[in-house]
């Protein structure tokens, strides 16, 4: 366990949190129902440009949501990092706060290639590289708070 104080940590999680939800509500469309979360997944070209077309009302919501999604990554990085090290043994949270970085560089490249999707027009490998990174981030991120919330609730119960 340790002194981290998780306070800061968690507000600034939520406010970025809440900011990309918003910037990501006219981004839902017939081609990218769930948004920019969609778009990490779109694998070709072909769809992540039907998802950008689909977009062309509402391209600030779309650059707004890739660019704060850079705050994003060290917002949540950060705060799984901080409680793993509240929730699991030293060396089980230097893995896990390890991972939760990997995944926010992994997000970094995901969005690389989002952004420049975005800017000079979808292509093959950008949008399969988007998918690769996203896949892994999002596999990461799960192992990541599986062993929280499993750090957390066995050590109440050794503390009981």
């Not at 917002?75 to 799984?80: G, I, R």
């Not at 793993?84 to 939760?100: E, F, N, S, T, V």
């Amino acid at each position: 366990m340790t002194d981290t104080p998780l306070r800061p940590l968690v507000i600034r999680a939520v406010v970025i949190g809440v900011t990309m939800a918003l910037l990501d509500v006219p981004l839902r469309t017939a081609a990218a129902p769930l948004g920019v979360v969609h778009y990490e997944f779109a694998w070709t070209a072909e769809t992540a440009t039907r998802m950008i077309d689909s977009w062309a009302d509402v391209r600030p919501f779309a650059w707004g949501s890739l660019l704060v999604d850079y705050a994003s990554m060290w917002a949540y990085a950060s705060l799984l990092a901080g409680l793993a090290r509240h929730a699991l043994a030293p060396d089980a949270a230097r893995i896990a706060g390890g991972a939760a970085w990997a995944a926010a560089g992994l997000d970094a490249v995901e969005n690389a290639g989002l952004i420049a999707m975005f800017a000079r027009g979808a292509t093959s490998g950008w949008a399969l590289t988007a998918g690769v990174a996203a896949s892994i981030k999002f596999v990461l991120l799960v192992a990541v708070i599986v062993a929280i919330v499993w750090g957390f609730t066995t050590r109440r119960r050794r503390d009981a």
